[in-house]
């Protein structure tokens, strides 16, 4: 079975610029969650939707961010506009919220680099 | 606000012996799970280990265990006969049994030398 599948691996930006990050979660996973992790902060959750609806957004740092899930094999992360202090790995997870065991499965990350 | 506390930032071990790795989290419900992620080079968080805080018995995972003292509110990762391919982030997470929410420590870097 396909993991969870996240694009781009990498990206590298300027500031200022757009930055969408994707996300495929495993199929038939009905809880998708967004990471971010730095040396410094560890693993934050930035946001999570539970049958495409976002449910906890507390995590989101500011209105440069967004993230979205039109259904429930697709979700994107955006940043606009891009800062060097954004720069991580981005993770997308995905779970099955019925089981309730918290595990999670997660992608390989996306290393957004802002210059 | 459940908090998750990693106080080793590195360990090192020498292959095929047994080293632990510490955590403790602060929470004052009663319904919860305790994990462990291994985070390889690659970047892929997987799932070593889970323990449910109503089980008294630690949870066991072929050379991977779990040492959890619930009042002391602690939960070790012990690995037996460490691998090469042991070496990675290790993170220990923490979530409440009504929310979906994991809460990840800052992770402990594991070396195993040869």
């Known amino acids: 079975d396909a993991g969870v599948i996240q694009s781009p691996r990498h990206e590298v930006t300027e500031m200022g610029q757009e930055v969408t990050l994707r996300c495929k979660p495993i199929s038939g996973h009905n809880s998708l969650f967004w990471y971010r992790q730095t040396m410094m902060r560890g693993l934050e959750l930035l946001i999570y939707?539970?049958?495409?609806?976002?449910?906890?957004d507390s995590g989101m740092p500011e209105d440069r961010f967004s993230a979205k899930m039109p259904n429930a094999s697709f979700s994107t992360l955006k940043i606009q506009p891009s800062e060097p202090r954004d720069s991580a790995v981005y993770f997308c997870?995905?779970?099955?919220?019925?089981?309730?065991?918290?595990?999670?499965?997660f992608g390989e990350g996306s290393r957004l680099t802002v210059l | 606000a459940q908090t998750v506390t990693q106080s080793q930032p590195e360990m090192s071990v020498q292959e095929a012996e047994t080293v632990t790795l510490s955590c403790t989290y602060d929470?004052?419900?009663?319904?919860?799970?305790l994990f462990w992620y291994k985070q390889p080079p690659s970047r892929q968080m997987i799932l070593v280990i889970r323990?449910?805080?109503?089980?008294?018995q630690n949870a066991t995972e072929n050379r991977f265990s779990v040492n959890f003292q619930k009042a002391a509110k602690s939960f070790s990762l012990k690995i037996s006969d460490s691998q090469l391919g042991d070496a990675a982030m290790y993170f220990c997470a923490y979530k409440w049994g009504g929310s979906e929410k994991l809460v990840f420590g800052k992770g402990t870097k594991l070396t195993v030398n040869p």
């Open positions: 323990q449910e805080a109503y089980k008294q």
């Open positions: 929470t004052s419900e009663s319904d919860y799970y």
């Open positions: 939707f539970n049958n495409n609806v976002p449910i906890d």
């Open positions: 997870a995905s779970g099955h919220r019925e089981t309730n065991t918290g595990e999670l499965f």
